[in-house]
C-alpha cells in the first residue's frame, strides 16, 4: 500500500505544481482582457510577468518554462496584430521579441532568487544543528572538573569551562576574549615557536607549564593540547586542557631531597657497618673458645663415670655434682648466646654468633647422660 502511495503523491504533487503555472496565467490573461475592454492598453506586459514570477518563485523552474510558453502564446494571440492568430505582423515582432526576453530574465531572475534563498535556508538549518550540538558539548564540558578552553590561532581565548575558572579564579566573562599567555601569564619549557611547530606537525603537544592564578599564586600543571582544523584542513583553533600537579611536583621535589641527603649519608652509614661487623667478629672469637671448652668439658667425665660402674671412687655425690655443672654450663652457654645474638644480630657477618647446639640436641644429650646414670650402681 506505502509502495502505491509514494507515486501517486509525487503525481499528485507534479500536477499541482503545473497547474499553478497554468492557473496564474490564466489569472494573468483575464485580468488583461478585462483591462483592454476598460480601455487601459498595454497592461497585458506587466501582468504576463508577474505571472512568471510567481510561478517561478513558488513551485520552481519547470513550471515558470511553462508560464513562460503560455503567456508568449496568449500574448500572441489576443494581443499582437493580427489578432486571435499566431501570426506575428513583422512591425510588432520586435514588441514580442522583448516580451519573450523579459519574460525569460524575469524566470531566470527567479529561479536563481528562490535556489539562493533555499541554499541559505538549508546553512542556517545546518548551522543551527552545529550550535545545538557545540551548545551541548560546550555543556558537557562544563561538567568535567578537568581545564578545558579553546583558543583561536592568535591566542585569544573563545570557550572556558568551569574547571579552568575553579582553577584559575577567572569567570568566562572575564576570560573570553583575553589573550590566553598574557592572561595566565604562561612559563614555557622551550621557545613557543617550538611548541607551535611540533602542534602544527602532529596536531598534538603536551608537557608542563607555569600559570598564575587570578589571586597572583603560581601552579604547575600537566597541558595537552589538541589543534582544530576545518573542512580546508586548514587550523582555526587549539583545545587545551590542563591538570594541576603542583603538590605532585613539590612532594617529588622533597624526594629528591631526601635521596641527595641519603647520598651523602650512605658512606658514613657503611663505614660504621664495617666497623660494627669487626668489633661482632672480634668479640666472637673471644667468646668462642672458652665456650667450647665449657660445653666439651663434661663428655670426658660422663664418659669415665660410664666406665667406672663398679668402681667405689663414682659416688652419688660425684655424679650429682658433674650433672649439676653440666647443666650450668649449658644454662651459660645458651645465655651467652642469647646476648651475642640479640647485640650482633643485626649485622650481616654469621660468624658473629658462637655455634651453640639446638636445644634439640642438648635434650638428645641429656637423657643420654641421664640413662647413663640410671645404669651406675
Known sequence: MSKL????????????RYGLAVVS???????????????????????FLMAIAATVWYVGAGPGVLAVVLSGLSFDYFFTQPLYTLYIEPSNRPYFVVFILFALMIGWFSSRRRRIEQE???????????????????????LTHDTIF????????????????????????????????????????????????????TDRWEGELEKMKADGTRVVVSSRWSLVRDEQERPVAVLATNNDITER??????????????????????AMNKELEAFAYSISHDLRAPLRHMVGYTEPSFTALSRAKSSSRCTCLTRTSCRTWR?????????STHQCRAVFGSTSNTRAVPRIPSPSARHERTRTMRSTEARLP
Open 249 to 270: 611536583k613539590r612532594t617529588e621535589g622533597a624526594i629528591r631531597q631526601l635521596n641527595a641527603e641519603l647520598a651523602k649519608r650512605t658512606p658514613e652509614l657503611e
Open 5 to 16: 502511495t509514494m507515486p501517486l503523491r509525487r503525481v499528485t504533487s507534479v500536477a499541482l
Open 25 to 47: 496565467v490564466a489569472i494573468a490573461l483575464g485580468l488583461a482582457l478585462l483591462a483592454q475592454l476598460q480601455a487601459v492598453h498595454n497592461l497585458e506586459f506587466p501582468l
Open 150 to 201: 579553546v583558543r583561536d590561532m592568535s591566542d585569544v581565548i573563545t570557550y572556558w569551562n568551569r574547571g579552568a575558572q575553579e582553577l584559575y579564579g577567572w569567570t568566562p566573562e572575564e576570560a573570553i576574549g583575553k589573550r590566553a599567555h598574557q592572561l595566565l601569564q604562561t612559563v614555557f619549557p622551550v621557545p613557543i615557536a617550538e611548541i607551535h611547530a611540533e602542534l602544527l606537525r
Open 120 to 142: 541559505l535556508r538549508q546553512a542556517r538549518d545546518e548551522l543551527e544543528t552545529k550550535v545545538a550540538a557545540r551548545t551541548q558539548q560546550a555543556s558537557l564540558l562544563d
Open 327 to 335: 647443666e650450668n654450663a649449658w644454662s651459660w652457654s645458651a645465655a
